[in-house]
């Protein structure tokens, strides 16, 4: 049974610090790229960053200098540390594992919910 679990959300204010954190079992994890997305009230899923199994990573634009994704293959977690926050960061983040050799195996986790507010 695969599980993809977030954790780390909550509320922080302008200009504050988050870290969340995806622990994922029942898959390889080491042969999976990991992602982070998220969805705010009313608008579509989005990309946030990817970490390839090799560690290569990348960033959509609202992200670059303020989001940093990580990886730990001994604790088969992926983390999206989130600095510098600001209102439009408001969001429910989700955890996606995608297998880099089966086209058809990904997954998502519950979503976190994160809430940038003074």
């Known amino acids: 049974q695969v599980q993809l679990v977030e954790s780390g959300g909550g509320l922080v204010q302008p200009g504050g610090s988050l870290r969340l954190s995806c622990a994922a079992s029942?898959?390889?994890?080491?042969?999976?790229?990991m992602a982070w997305y998220r969805q705010a009230p009313g608008k579509e899923r989005e990309l946030v960053a990817t970490i390839t199994r090799l560690r290569i990573t990348d960033y959509v634009d609202f992200a670059k200098g303020r989001f940093t994704i990580s990886r730990d293959s001994t604790k088969n977690t992926v983390y999206l540390q989130m600095n510098w926050l600001k209102p439009e960061d408001t969001a429910v983040y989700y955890c996606?594992?995608?297998?880099?050799?089966?086209?058809?195996?990904?997954?998502w986790g519950q979503g976190t919910q994160v809430t940038v507010s003074s």
């Open positions: 029942g898959i390889p994890f080491s042969t999976y790229k």
């Open positions: 996606n594992a995608n297998s880099e050799f089966i086209a058809t195996a990904m997954y």
